[in-house]
C-alpha cells in the first residue's frame, strides 16, 4: 500500500485525487493532506481519511482548525515549512502535487530531496523552476510522473520505446473557440470559467480560455521530455478525446485516447509502474468524433508568448507565469478584460532582463517582483495609461 501525501487537497486536482483513493482502498493510504486557508473542508478529509499531519498555508486557519481537532490524532502545520513537512513524511512514498501558482515548489523540491516520487498536477512548477527541479530528480533517489491529462498522455506513449521526433499537444479550444477580438472584448469571467468540456478550477479554465494554459504545458513539455519548442506542437481538439499524440521518427503518430475525466491521469500517475483499475471511465467509441484545428494565435497570442518565452529560456518563463497569473486574477476581479491579459504578461516580459536560472530564492524574487510589476501594468491599462 501506498503513502500519499497531497498538496493542494481542497482544490479540484485534490478532491479527485481522493476520489481514486477511494476507488482503490487497498492500494492507497492518505499519510498527509496540505491545503490553503479551506479549514472546514480540510476538516472533513481529515475525519475521513485520518492523515497523520495535515498543513495550512493559512495561520489563522491552521489554528481554527486545531481547535475544531481536540483530541485527534492529526498533528495540524501552517505555513510554508508545514506543507514541506507533509511533502517529507517518513511513510509517504508519492506526492501528489496538485497546489496552484508556486506557492509550492519548496515543497516539491523538498519532497525530491526526500526520494519521494512527485505526482506533478501543476504546471507553473515546471514552468518558473523546471531548470531547479529537473536538476534536483537527476539520480536514482526520486521520479516525477506527470498528472496533467496532456503530459499523462504523451509519457504513456513514449512507454512503447519507440524513437519520438515530436510530441504534440491537444487544447479543447476553450469556450471562446473561434470569437474575434471584437467579441473577446465583451466576455465576462463568469463566461470564461464555463470550460465546455473540463471541470477545473478557476485558474486553469481562465487559463484554457486564453490558451496560457497549452502555452505552460509546451514549457512543462519542454522539461519533462527534452524537446525543443520547435519539436513540441499545439492542435486544438474540441472534443478533448484524443488527449497528447507522439510523432515517430518515420511520421505515423501514436495517440492516448479516453473520456475528459482527470481521475484517470490521477491513478495512472499514483500507481506507476504498477497500474491502478478501481476507478474506471469507459469512451464510448460510436459517438466519438474527432476533429483538429490550426490554434489562432492572433487572437488569443498566449501560446505564442510562452513560445518567446522558452526560446528565451532562464527566468524568463518564470515572468511569463507571475505576470498571467496577476492577469488572471486582475480578470476575474473586474480590473482589466479578457483580451487584456496577454497585454500584461507581455508587457512584464518586455521589461525583464533574462537571466540564467540559479537558485530557488532568486526565482522567489523575480516572481515577486514580476507580480508587483505585472500588478501596475494592469492597473494603469485600468486608467487608460499607455
Known sequence: MKGISILG???????????????????????????????????????????????????????????????????????????????????????????????????????IEAGKTIALANKETLVAAGELVMGALRGDKSRLVPVDSEHSAIFQCLLTGRKASAVILTASGGPFLGMTHEELEKVTPAQALAHPTWSMGAKVSIDSATLMNKGLEVIEAHHLFGFDENHIRVVIHPQSIVHSMVEMTDGSLIAQMGPADMRLAIQFALSYPEEACGYKARLDLFSTDLRFLSPDVRNFPCLDLAYQALAAGGTMPAVLNAANEIAVEMF???????????????????RHATEQVQSLEQILQIDMITRERARRIAQGLRRGQP
Not at 475525519?47 to 475544531?68: I, K, M, N, T, Y
Not at 482589466?336 to 496577454?342: L, S, V
Open 9 to 111: 487537497s481542497t482544490g479540484s486536482i485534490g478532491r479527485q485525487t481522493l476520489d481514486v483513493v477511494r476507488k482503490n482502498p487497498e492500494q492507497f493510504r492518505v499519510v498527509g493532506l496540505a491545503a490553503g486557508s479551506n479549514w472546514e473542508m480540510l476538516l472533513a478529509q481529515i475525519r475521513e481519511f485520518s492523515p497523520a499531519v495535515v498543513s495550512l498555508r493559512d495561520e489563522d486557519a491552521a489554528l481554527r482548525l486545531h481547535r475544531a481537532l481536540v483530541g485527534s490524532r492529526t498533528e495540524v502545520v501552517s505555513g510554508s515549512d508545514g506543507a514541506c513537512a507533509v511533502a517529507t513524511l517518513p511513510e509517504c512514498s508519492r506526492v501528489v502535487a496538485a497546489m496552484v501558482g508556486i506557492s509550492g515548489l519548496p515543497a516539491v523540491l523538498a519532497a
Open 332 to 350: 476575474l476581479g473586474g480590473t482589466i478584460r479578457f483580451t487584456e491579459i496577454p497585454r500584461v504578461v507581455r508587457e512584464s516580459m518586455e
